[in-house]
């Protein structure tokens, strides 16, 4: 028997969301804002050799955890676990803001990131407990808005606050949002609770935790700290692939499994989850690369290269908004993961044609497509994943589909970094210190190392990086291709809370014919 599911109103919802893109807004900003503060964190600290860390204790926590957070999340409750993932993060950077040595700063950094993990994905998945999908694209330009604030300010705000305050700043800034994001939260959000009995899948939580671990230590740690073909390399890479073989055989046998595998058999659920990866993988390893054309060839400064992200970010906004709209009004999706992995490839392919001479004029009209394709794909995929699922997967799928965009940017980023390393090392053999402006992926690489430099030495070096600028988004473009044919798979289901939907699995919606109530979507 199939019982009637009443969404809350939309007043009840803007009460709530408020809070909830806060938290989101903490997570996001905290992976851009610190960039801009790594110098002075050097400078004070010392620990040159150590720096690439705190970034990657950051990024490994939050990534490893995720699953983790929406699986408990569907367990004890969305709500109290979302609170504690605030206060955990919290706690993180105001630990980190005291850090006294760069050890200090990494473990305080690896707890923040422990929180971060929860609020992204808490954000998700309380938005899919709220919303049905049917109604959901109408507030995917509020989600679109905050990635597009944290994306672009986070750098200016980490700058401003370095140069006007301290790099401790940087970290303590999170605190009076995050108070504000734990009392609006506490105080607005209500959801249903259910009392069930829990098996927690320890077993499969551990693994997963430790293949997760091992591939992101290849991508960080592979052609930078070691050599692709090093023991270290290759035994991380064995354990990481001995850890997801030993998940799968895991899950099928777990009670309550951390990462439930039938919900791969959904064909929209595993296609939209693989797109995402290779979003992440095309999208977050390109656009990395971005400032450092901006403010190496292009001559703009490190707060000037923020601004110059605006066109990106603004084209990913307006399309969401429309596509959000465009959603809610007609309950039709199946065109624009297709429209959004063309545009992709689109964009990045246009990217690849970047050399000395390209204009910011253009550089942003190249950025607009990819933002294009950013703003089509971004949402609409993460909803056709919950929209796959039962009520009771909510917050497992949601983490899903965070995980495997979080885990794709860490390849991307890992590989196109390499590719980068390698073309600018091929193009500056010969040169006098090649090997110190070559190093460790172009790290040496700063304007005003380059002003020291003859104008003939300054022209050749600009050459080289345009050159990998060349290679990167060109490798990237495959990555987006296999996304656009990947999105070709995916069926024309109803979207749940339509027109004369009966309940939460019930029928709905103009796109496809109707559905039993008792059918799976």
Same mark, same amino acid.
């Given at each position: 028997m199939t019982?009637?599911?009443?969404?809350?109103?939309?007043?009840?919802?803007?009460v #709530?969301?408020?809070?909830l893109?806060?938290? *989101?807004?903490?997570a996001?900003?905290d992976?851009?804002?610190?960039?801009?503060?790594?110098?002075?964190? $050097?400078?004070?600290l010392?620990?040159l &050799?150590? @720096?690439?860390w705190v970034v990657?204790?950051?990024?490994?926590?939050s990534t490893?955890?995720?699953?983790?957070y929406?699986?408990?999340?569907?367990?004890?409750? =969305?709500?109290?676990?979302?609170?504690?993932?605030?206060?955990?993060?919290? #706690?993180g950077?105001?630990?980190?803001?005291?850090?006294?040595?760069?050890v200090q700063?990494?473990?305080? %950094?690896a707890?923040?990131?422990l929180?971060a993990?929860?609020?992204?994905?808490?954000?998700?998945?309380?938005?899919?407990?709220l919303?049905? !999908?049917?109604?959901r694209?109408?507030?995917q330009?509020y989600?679109?808005a905050t990635?597009?604030?944290?994306?672009?300010c986070?750098?200016?705000?980490?700058?401003?606050?370095?140069?006007?305050?301290?790099?401790?700043?940087?970290?303590y800034?999170?605190?009076?949002v995050?108070?504000?994001?734990?009392?609006?939260?506490?105080?607005?959000?209500?959801?249903?609770?259910?009392?069930?009995?829990h %098996?927690?899948?320890?077993?499969?939580a551990?693994?997963?935790?430790?293949?997760a671990?091992?591939?992101v230590?290849?991508?960080?740690?592979?052609?930078?700290q070691? &050599?692709?073909?090093?023991?270290?390399?290759?035994?991380?890479?064995?354990?990481?692939?001995?850890?997801v073989?030993?998940?799968?055989?895991?899950?099928?046998?777990?009670v309550?499994?951390v990462?439930?595998l039938?919900?791969?058999?959904?064909?929209?659920?595993?296609?939209?989850?693989?797109?995402?990866? @290779?979003?992440?993988? +095309? *999208?977050?390893?390109?656009?990395t690369?971005l400032?450092?054309?901006?403010?190496?060839?292009?001559g703009?400064s490190?707060?000037?290269?923020?601004?110059l992200?605006?066109?990106?970010?603004?084209?990913?906004?307006?399309?969401s908004?429309? $596509?959000?709209?465009?959603?809610?009004r007609?309950?039709?999706?199946?065109?624009?993961p297709?429209?959004?992995?063309?545009?992709l490839?689109?964009?990045v /392919?246009?990217?690849?044609?970047m &050399?000395t001479?390209?204009?910011k004029?253009?550089?942003?009209?190249?950025?607009?497509?990819l933002g294009i394709? *950013?703003?089509?794909?971004?949402?609409?995929?993460?909803?056709i994943?919950?929209?796959?699922?039962?009520?009771k997967d909510?917050?497992?799928?949601s983490?899903?589909s965070? /995980?495997? =965009?979080?885990?794709?940017g860490s390849?991307?980023?890992?590989l196109f970094?390499?590719?980068? +390393?390698?073309?600018?090392? &091929?193009s500056?053999?010969?040169?006098?210190?090649?090997?110190?402006?070559?190093?460790g992926?172009?790290?040496?690489?700063?304007?005003?190392t380059?002003?020291?430099?003859?104008a003939? +030495?300054r022209?050749?070096?600009?050459t080289?990086i345009?050159?990998g *600028?060349?290679?990167?988004?060109l490798?990237?473009?495959?990555?987006?291709?296999?996304?656009?044919?990947?999105?070709?798979?995916?069926?024309a289901?109803?979207? %749940?809370?339509? !027109?004369?939907q009966?309940?939460?699995?019930?029928?709905?919606?103009?796109?496809?014919?109707p559905?039993?109530?008792?059918? !799976?979507?």
């Open positions: 019982t009637t599911v009443t969404p809350p109103a939309r007043r009840e919802v803007l #709530v969301l408020p809070g893109l806060l938290a *989101m807004l903490l996001m900003l992976q851009m804002i610190v960039g801009t503060a790594m110098p002075r964190i $050097v400078g004070e010392g620990g &050799d150590h @720096l690439s990657t204790a950051y990024v490994l926590m490893v955890s995720t699953p983790l929406g699986k408990l999340g569907d367990l004890y409750g =969305r709500k109290r676990l979302f609170l504690g993932a605030i206060v955990i993060f919290l #706690v950077s105001a630990l980190s803001g005291m850090a006294q040595s760069m700063l990494i473990g305080f %950094r707890l923040q990131g929180g993990g929860g609020l992204i994905v808490g954000v998700m998945a309380i938005i899919g407990d919303i049905p !999908p049917r109604e694209g109408r507030y330009g989600m679109s990635m597009a604030a944290a994306t672009i986070g750098p200016l705000l980490g700058g401003f606050l370095t140069d006007h305050f301290s790099w401790r700043w940087a970290f800034v999170n605190i009076p995050g108070v504000l994001a734990l009392v609006l939260v506490g105080t607005t959000l209500q959801l249903p609770r259910h009392r069930i009995s %098996r927690i899948d320890y077993l499969g551990a693994l997963l935790t430790v293949a671990t091992s591939l230590l290849v991508t960080t740690w592979g052609g930078t070691y &050599d692709w073909g090093s023991v270290q390399i290759l035994g991380l890479a064995v354990l990481g692939v001995t850890s073989v030993g998940f799968v055989f895991a899950e099928r046998r777990a309550e499994p990462l439930p039938r919900l791969f058999r959904d064909r929209n659920f595993t296609a939209a989850t693989l797109m995402g990866f @290779l979003v992440g993988f +095309a *999208m977050f390893g390109a656009v690369f400032p450092l054309f901006q403010q190496t060839v292009q703009a490190a707060t000037n290269s923020g601004l992200l605006l066109p990106m970010m603004a084209a990913s906004l307006v399309v908004l429309v $596509v959000g709209t465009v959603i809610t007609t309950g039709r999706y199946r065109a624009f297709i429209a959004g992995g063309a545009m490839t689109l964009g /392919f246009a990217l690849s044609l &050399d001479g390209t204009t004029f253009t550089l942003s009209v190249y950025m607009v497509i394709g *950013m703003g089509l794909l971004m949402q609409v995929t993460l909803l994943v919950q929209n796959s699922v039962e009520a909510m917050g497992v799928a983490s899903t965070t /995980f495997a =965009r979080s885990i794709g390849f991307g980023v890992s970094g390499a590719i980068f +390393a390698s073309r600018l090392s &091929d500056l053999a010969g040169m006098p210190g090649a090997e110190k402006l070559a190093g992926g172009g790290a040496h690489i700063d304007p005003a380059l002003h020291q430099l003859p003939a +030495a022209d050749t070096v600009l080289a345009a050159d *600028m060349h290679s990167v988004f490798w990237a473009a495959p990555f987006a291709l296999a996304a656009f044919a990947i999105g070709w798979a995916i069926k289901v109803p979207l %749940r809370g339509g !027109p004369g009966v309940g939460p699995a019930g029928p709905a919606g103009p796109e496809g014919e559905i039993p109530a008792d059918s !799976p979507s």
